[in-house]
């Protein structure tokens, strides 16, 4: 019996990791479903995204779909900046950043838009490397005009 009982939390342990794989395993189903209709979309924990031509759309991710859905057109962009650690970096200076190797590699990132109409926006993201990168492509598509 005794035996039985140190099993016991590592049983519980198990099955709770069982049903966290499940859980994001359903998360990342219903993204799929819900990025095929974009040209470029991301999931992270903190937020999906997806742009179709210049408009932009993010929620958060659950189970059931992305929810919380908001949008917004690139047109409407006046500023954009790449956010860590509340640090903003704009191209030059996320340029820099990179080619010197000081861009930190953890903490908390997020794409911040900014408008002269409404309140700014930012949008989460896991990783500085991939916040980056989305970066770049949107300040890509914003110099761009269609």
């Known amino acids: ?30 993204y799929k479903v ?10 992270d924990i903190y937020a999906a995204m997806g742009k179709k031509e210049r408009q932009i759309i993010w929620g958060q991710p659950t189970r059931k779909g992305i929810v919380n859905l908001q949008s917004f057109s690139l047109e409407q962009v ?12 704009d191209q030059a200076l996320l340029d820099t950043a990179m080619e010197k190797e000081t861009l ?20 989460p993201f896991t990783d500085v490397t991939l ?11 914003l110099l761009r005009s269609d």
């Open 104 to 123: 930190p590699s953890k903490g908390k990132t997020a794409l911040e838009f900014r408008f002269c109409d409404r309140p700014s926006v930012e949008i």
């Open 78 to 89: 006046e500023q954009m900046s790449l956010l860590v650690n509340q640090q903003s970096y």
């Open 1 to 30: 019996m005794e035996r039985g009982l140190l099993w016991l939390p590592l049983l519980v342990a198990f099955s709770w990791l069982a049903w966290s794989g499940w859980n994001e395993y359903q998360k990342l189903e219903a």
């Open 131 to 141: 916040a980056a990168k989305w970066f770049r492509y949107l300040n890509e598509n």
């Open 34 to 43: 819900w990025a095929e209709d974009f040209d470029n979309a991301k999931f």
